[in-house]
């Protein structure tokens, strides 16, 4: 018994550690899993949304440098076939939420769509973090998928 209660709890401090990693999941149906120390060496960028609650600055990589890290088409290597990827962007609770490539590479958009994992220069709340997506000029936070654990780009055949 003792043996079982062990790894059970070996398995529960594990898991915000596993949390903290994205998995990335290519057209071809290969998947790459970035780690929060993969994730923290990419350049940051800053999206402000305002709320019932008043403004507030998320910070993270943008979508743009997660999808390159991962070996996604983006910038000039979007060029034709690509042109037609989308993203599923899936939380650990199960919600899902579609993101064009086009409009998640900042080369060929002009908004920002961020894989925050601050707000207001603090880690996310653990209701919302440790990652979210966070897109700017979006109206409705319903994109916003929050706990993100995957990323699946697809093109649309």
Do not use: C, N
Request: hydrophobic share 45%; no cysteine.
């Amino acid at each position: 018994m003792r043996p079982f209660l062990l790894a059970s709890l070996l398995l529960v401090l594990a898991a915000p550690a596993a949390a903290q990693d994205v998995t990335i999941s290519r057209a071809d149906g290969t998947e790459v899993t970035l780690s929060a120390a993969d994730l923290a060496d990419l350049p940051r960028a800053q999206v402000s949304v305002t709320g019932a609650a008043g403004p507030k600055l998320y910070e993270g990589p943008p979508l743009a440098y997660v999808m390159r890290a991962a070996g996604l088409p983006v910038g000039m290597r979007a060029h034709g076939d690509p042109m037609r990827g989308y993203l599923v962007v899936r939380g650990a609770d199960g919600y899902a939420a579609v993101i064009s490539a086009f409009e998640a590479d900042k080369d060929l958009h002009g908004d920002v769509a961020i894989l925050a994992d601050t707000v207001d220069g603090e880690p996310l709340p653990e209701r919302e973090g440790p990652r979210r997506v966070v897109i700017a000029d979006d109206l409705k936070s319903w994109r916003s998928v929050r706990k993100v654990v995957a990323i699946d780009y697809r093109i649309v055949e």
